[in-house]
Nanobody, 126 residues
């Protein structure tokens, strides 16, 4: 069982930066693929970024490439999402998620993720 708790959200202006953190419990967390998703008002939740267990393989949605960076510190059981050059369209609730090793893993499919955090609000004003 893994529990995820996000933090670091807030209200910022366009062009600012924020770093989200996701603290995980569970001894096997270091073996999990981790991801960030977001849900804007009136829209479906969408994939943002993901990272495999060793931190060497990443995937990003096109709209955040070059601006966001996902990373993890397995010693601290924490995942980060560094968000730079924020835009008003980045406004959303951001969720951290983790998926256990399986015969088939997916970086982007929400259904592949086994554990979810409660979300943290990010609001970017213009």
């Amino acid at each position: 069982q893994v529990q995820l708790v996000e933090s670091g959200g807030g209200l910022v202006q366009a062009g600012d930066s924020l770093r989200l953190s996701c603290a995980a419990s569970g001894r096997t967390f270091r073996a999990y693929i981790v991801g960030w998703f977001r849900q804007a008002p009136g829209k479906e939740r969408e994939f943002v970024a993901s990272l495999n267990w060793d931190g060497l393989s990443t995937d990003y949605v096109d709209s955040v490439k070059g601006r966001f960076a996902i990373s993890r510190d397995n010693a601290k059981s924490t995942v980060y999402l560094q968000m730079n050059s924020l835009k008003p369209e980045d406004t959303a609730v951001y969720y951290c998620a983790a998926q256990s090793p399986k015969s088939y893993n997916s970086f982007r499919a929400q259904s592949a993720y086994d554990y979810w955090g409660q979300g943290t609000q990010v609001t970017v004003s213009s």
